[in-house]
């Protein structure tokens, strides 16, 4: 299990990955004035691991994943969903995965093929913006925690295009 958890007083979407005894697994620097909506997730020692980034161009909200400098996926919301969000996470070749539940209060799963192979919760944790992040074994952990961060980015930006009431 993994823990996505908020930094309180950092400027930007800042979070710290830790594992489930708490140490420190990796840091994401959400890039708060990054016109491209664009997070880098950096390993202990500060070098650069993975990015998400919004891509300016695209029929629908579209998150590209790079992984060690190589575009891992494409986290792209479904169109024509009624009643729920779902998200794609297109990965190069046929196992793409998707990412379904209530994606707006982060209680989900992501699915390959029909079985579930991640699990997102925040239903549990009492503090603002933690996820508990259940991997299952053979699937790349920094994948689904980049996919995590960009759907956070996505629906950020959706609640930040709607006019307040």
Known sequence: MYLIRERFFAIGD?????????????????????????????D???????????????????YE???GGETAAEVRKKLFTPFRDKFTID?????????????LD????????????????????TVRDTYAVQVAAGVNPLLVIASVLALDLALDREKDAKPSD
């Open 65 to 67: 994943i790079r992984i």
């Open 44 to 62: 202990p020692a500060g070098e650069e691991v993975a990015s998400v980034h919004r891509q300016l161009i695209a029929l629908r909200p579209t």
């Open 106 to 125: 982060h209680e989900y799963v992501i699915e390959q093929d029909g079985e579930q192979v991640a699990a997102v919760s925040k239903r549990w944790l």
């Open 91 to 103: 990965v190069p070749g046929p196992d793409d995965l998707e990412m379904k539940g209530d994606l």
């Open 14 to 42: 800042d979070f710290d990955v830790l594992d489930e005894h708490g140490a420190k697994l990796y840091h994401v620097d959400g890039k708060v004035f990054s016109v491209r909506g664009r997070v880098v997730i950096e």
